[in-house]
């Protein structure tokens, strides 16, 4: 048994020497294990198929190099798709070149935005910026405690529905958290937005009104690691219904492997920006491709 795809390709062609081409034998091979790889690894089928395809075309085409074997040549390559579907080296956020900034959370339910809300402000916090939590999520029970019980554990004001500023009506509630950060000069608004566990048309449609009403300079939508197979269908769902500007994983300290990131990624065109770790305020980093790549690959 070998740990890796890595170590399993390489063996694979362990007796071959690094002169000519590969065969298209050899390359049908390592496109199997490669195949199988992603599919352990949950990246959705359509983009497996694709995903191989176009390493079989540039392995093909590749001269062997002298200094690597074979294996190792085609796990580079692999490698470097990869990391250039998920985006390569994660983008900063977009921010507004006149204050606030508007960030807009959109995902399912249980998918991990209001924690992400509160690691995101702390975050920010962290560099200087004066951000704002806004909750628009009046959809699940203790959605506006949960946000305020975070925002208090990051140090970061939440604006929660009260009588006057929008009981009941959540894009009323991100409308007037605007209004009261440009009074306030926060320098960004993240809004905490409801999600259902599955797709939901009137959820969807509610999403889209907060933002228009507050004209978000990211939209990020936040993916459970460990949705698996079920990423495409629901991230294209958000694409369609609200948009999005960039991808957050959550629970990647999971046993997932990230084939979700990838799936999400080949199928949206947007980068994953952030990856949450964990159920603590500062299990959240920059989201970084080469790693998750190991990740897929490993
Ligand atoms: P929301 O419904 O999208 O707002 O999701 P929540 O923020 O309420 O998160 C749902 C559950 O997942 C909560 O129990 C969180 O503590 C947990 N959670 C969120 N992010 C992570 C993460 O990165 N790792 C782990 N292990 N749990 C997380």
Redesign the pocket.
């Known amino acids: 048994m070998f740990a890796s795809l890595s170590d399993r390709l390489t063996a694979t062609f362990r007796s071959l020497r690094g002169k000519g081409r590969l065969t298209e034998d050899d390359i049908n091979t390592t496109v199997a294990e490669i195949r199988r790889a992603l599919l352990e690894a949950d990246v959705a089928l359509p983009v497996v198929r694709e995903f191989t395809a176009a390493v079989r075309e540039r392995a093909l085409s590749a001269e062997v190099s002298a200094a690597l074997n074979p294996g190792q040549q085609i796990v580079k390559i692999v490698n470097a798709e990869l990391v250039e579907i998920l985006g390569g080296q994660a983008r900063d956020l977009h921010f507004a070149k006149r204050p606030p900034t508007v960030i807009l959370?959109a995902?399912?339910?249980?998918?991990?935005?209001?924690?992400?809300?509160g690691?995101l402000g702390k975050w920010l916090r962290d560099q200087g910026h004066t951000p704002l939590l806004v909750a628009s999520?009046l959809q699940?029970p203790n959605?506006v405690t949960?946000l305020q019980v975070?925002g208090e554990r990051a140090g970061v004001p939440v604006w929660a529905p009260e009588p006057g500023n929008g009981v009941g009506d959540p894009v009323e509630v991100a409308r007037s958290g605007l209004a009261h950060a440009r009074d306030k000069q926060y320098s960004v608004v993240v809004v905490?937005t409801a999600?259902r566990l599955g797709v939901d048309a009137e959820l969807m449609a509610q999403a889209a009104n907060i933002r228009d009403a507050v004209d978000p300079d990211e939209i990020l939508f936040?993916l459970?690691a460990m949705i698996g197979q079920d990423a495409v269908t629901t991230a294209q769902a958000f694409a369609d219904g609200v948009g999005f500007t960039g991808v957050v994983l959550?629970?990647?300290?999971?046993d997932a492997r990230g084939g979700a990131a990838l799936s999400v990624a080949k199928v949206t065109g947007q980068p994953v920006l952030f990856?949450?770790?964990?159920?603590k305020l500062t299990?959240?980093e920059r989201f970084h491709a080469d790693r998750m790549a190991s990740r897929i690959l490993d």
């Open positions: 959370l995902g399912l339910q249980g998918a991990g935005k209001t924690t992400l809300a690691k999520d699940r959605a949960q975070v905490d999600g936040v459970d959550s629970k990647l300290d999971g990856a949450s770790t964990g159920e299990d959240f």
